[in-house]
């Protein structure tokens, strides 16, 4: 994962999250509102909508704790007074890594619970249970269930799952990216006007604050796009169907 700047400037930061979660919930409660069958159906759009805003609410609470009690040495003083600078510098560090690993993998993993559902609705049982990849592959680069949506939303809906899913790769090999298939491979990503590129067995090195929350916010606006897409099944998907 990217290191911040050694002093994180949180109050920004904080903003920045808190500004964010103000447009999803503004989003987010007009989806419930036009839905009611949805709410009362536990329909896997608006779980999985719910979802990233709480994983964006706990980042935000997270930096809260910086902001208020960790950045502070009054408050390791009340519950920690033995512990050493040093020792709180890097539990505090390493208390935002983890954050940031959070949001990243709770985001990741409900859009893919997202992208299964969808697939199962439509009686692909086989290819729910297949590879990820494959999915959003089909759903999003061939466009093989018919979505409505343009092809450039698309786009950057495909650049959003591929950036998170292989940097959560990263997360999994401790910082190394490792390719599924190949030694050699190389798997680059253009997101909003900049390529990344993902080698195997080398260090990734891309995953910001800014650039995570942004991606989180484009995988909110992503399900709600596909809330609106005539491709699937307009009544309740239930989120906990298998």
């Known amino acids: ?3 911040e700047p050694k002093i994180l400037k949180a109050d920004d930061l904080w903003r920045k999250i808190a500004d964010t979660r103000s447009r999803i919930v503004t989003e987010f409660t007009k989806l419930q509102r036009n839905r009611p069958d949805w709410v009362s159906g536990n329909d896997v759009r608006l779980v999985v909508a719910g979802n990233i805003d709480t994983a964006l609410m706990c980042a935000e609470l997270g930096i809260e704790a910086i902001r208020l009690g960790m950045g502070h040495d ?3 003083n009340g519950d920690y007074p033995n512990l050493p600078t040093e020792a709180r510098r890097i539990y505090r560090e390493r208390f935002v890594d983890n954050l940031r690993i959070a949001l ?3 985001t990741h993993s409900q859009v893919e619970h997202l992208m299964r559902s969808l ?3 439509k009686g692909d049982e086989k290819l729910s249970r297949g590879s990820y990849r494959t999915i959003y592959d089909r ?3 061939q466009n093989e269930f018919g979505l409505s949506m343009p092809a450039s939303d698309r786009g950057t809906a495909l650049a959003v799952i591929k950036i998170m899913a292989y940097t959560r790769n990263t997360v999994h090999n401790n910082g190394m990216y490792r390719h599924p298939h ?3 491979a190389q798997s680059p990503v253009t997101y909003q006007g900049v390529r ?3 080698v195997d067995n080398t260090e990734s090195d891309i995953m910001s604050w800014s650039m995570l929350v942004s991606l989180a ?3 909110f606006e992503f399900v709600i796009e596909i809330s609106d897409d005539t491709a699937f099944d307009s009544g309740a998907i239930d989120a906990r169907a298998h």
């Open 74 to 76: 009054d408050w390791w």
């Open 104 to 106: 990243l993998e709770r």
């Open 217 to 219: 916010e484009d995988a």
């Open 196 to 198: 990344y590129e993902f």
């Open 182 to 184: 190949s030694r050699t």
């Open 119 to 121: 697939v199962r609705s």
């Open 139 to 141: 759903i999003l680069r």
């Open 1 to 3: 994962m990217t290191r």
